[in-house]
C-alpha cells in the first residue's frame, strides 16, 4: 500500500507562491489517484485538486481554480501542488490523500499524509 509524505509548507505573504511536494513509497504508484485536501482550524477538511494515475486528468475546486495546478512525476513517485497568488484564507493544513482513482470526496481515500502547514499573511 502505498505511503505518503508532505512537504514544501511555510510562512509566506499573501501573493505569493509556494510548492508542495507529497512523496510516495509503495507498490504502483501510478495506479493510484492522487490529490489535496485542506483543513483550516475549526473547519471541515475540503478537496482541493486530484489528478489521475497517469496525470491525464485534473480537477480543483472552485476556491483554488486558476491559481493552483497538480502535476505529478512517476519517475519520482512525487505528486505536486503549485499554489500561486496565495491568499489569507488559503492557511491550512495540506493533506495529500491517495485513492483507486481520480476523487472528490473525502470517502474516496484510502491513504493520507500527515498534512504540511501553509500560513499566509495578510
Known amino acids: 500500500q502505498v505511503q505518503l509524505v508532505e512537504s514544501g509548507g511555510g510562512l509566506v505573504q499573501a501573493g505569493d507562491s509556494l510548492r508542495l511536494s507529497c512523496a510516495a513509497s509503495?507498490?504502483?504508484?501510478?495506479?493510484?489517484?492522487m490529490g489535496w485536501f485542506r483543513q483550516a482550524p475549526g473547519k471541515e477538511r475540503e478537496f482541493v485538486t486530484t489528478i489521475s494515475g497517469r496525470g491525464g486528468y485534473t480537477n480543483y475546486a472552485d476556491s483554488v481554480k486558476g491559481r493552483f495546478t497538480i502535476s505529478r512525476d512517476g519517475a519520482k513517485n512525487t505528486v505536486y501542488l503549485q499554489m500561486n497568488s496565495l491568499k489569507p484564507e488559503d492557511t491550512a493544513v495540506y493533506y495529500c490523500?491517495?485513492?483507486?482513482?481520480?476523487?472528490?470526496?473525502?470517502?474516496?481515500?484510502?491513504?493520507w499524509g500527515r498534512g504540511t502547514q501553509v500560513t499566509v499573511s495578510s
Open positions: 509503495g507498490r504502483t504508484f501510478s495506479s493510484y489517484g
Open positions: 490523500a491517495a485513492a483507486y482513482g481520480p476523487f472528490s470526496t473525502i470517502l474516496d481515500i484510502i491513504v
